[in-house]
């Protein structure tokens, strides 16, 4: 079973600041994923990963698969990117079956004006 | 734009009823998933089914069952709804290589 862990758990940061949330996971896998979660609301994918970068407005997200780490990096924060950013970890089974999504606790960001 | 799309946002049951929670995704997804979330312990797997007919347990599957008779649709059933399983209870889907998509979520109260 992968163990997701994720740092920090809680963030406060200002405005404008920019904003780096970690991610590293026990056993090799097929893919990463970032979710964020505003207060109150639904969960959103923000990326998918399973090499290399990508990047979507101001956010960006890496991946090392060997060293088994992820980043999630918010340029320019705003106060609107205040939510809980999630980092879930998903394994295939050879035949393309997907065996579920295991969960880091989440980020808890808190972007001051 | 994919659509997952839980029956009720809110819900309130009794102790010993029985209880269905039902999704439906639009995108001919194979892969879809049950978790609730609760304050403290984060996203938890509760089933899962990767095609019609099949499930899998997840980590908590005690106190529930599944349903997915058409590819588009995943029934999670409380058999007899207890207290403890008063949560917020989230629906995914997630075709091949592609991300997941979660559903608003249904929040549950078992009084």
């Known amino acids: 079973k992968n163990e997701v862990e994720q740092s920090p758990q809680n963030l406060t940061a200002q405005e404008g600041e920019f904003i780096t949330i970690n991610c590293s996971y026990s056993?090799?896998?097929?893919?990463l994923h970032w979710l964020q979660q505003h207060p109150g609301g639904g969960i959103v994918s923000l990326f998918m990963?399973?090499?290399g970068k990508k990047k979507h407005g101001r956010l960006i997200a890496t991946i090392n698969i060997q060293e088994k780490h992820s980043s999630l990096h918010i340029t320019a924060s705003h106060p609107r990117d205040s939510a809980v950013y999630i980092c879930?970890?998903?394994?295939?089974?050879?035949?393309?079956?997907?065996?579920?999504?295991?969960f880091g606790k989440g980020t808890h960001l808190i972007i001051q004006p | 734009d994919v659509k997952v799309t839980q029956s009720s946002r809110y819900l309130v049951k009794r102790t010993g009823e029985k209880v269905f929670l039902e999704c439906v995704q639009d995108?001919?997804?194979?892969?879809m998933f049950w978790y609730r979330q609760d304050p403290g312990l984060g996203l938890r797997l509760i089933y899962f089914s990767y095609d019609v007919k099949m499930k899998e347990k997840g980590d908590i599957p005690e106190g529930y069952s599944v349903s997915r008779e058409k590819k588009e649709r995943f029934s999670l059933i409380l058999e007899s709804a207890s207290t403890n399983q008063t949560s917020m209870y989230l629906c995914?889907?997630?075709?091949?290589?592609?991300?997941?998509?979660f559903g608003d979520g249904t929040r549950l109260s078992i009084l």
């Open positions: 990963l399973s090499s």
């Open positions: 995108m001919d997804h194979e892969n």
């Open positions: 879930a970890v998903l394994n295939m089974y050879s035949g393309g079956g997907a065996d579920g999504l295991t």
């Open positions: 995914a889907s997630i075709g091949v290589h592609q991300p997941q998509h």
């Open positions: 056993v090799g896998i097929s893919a």
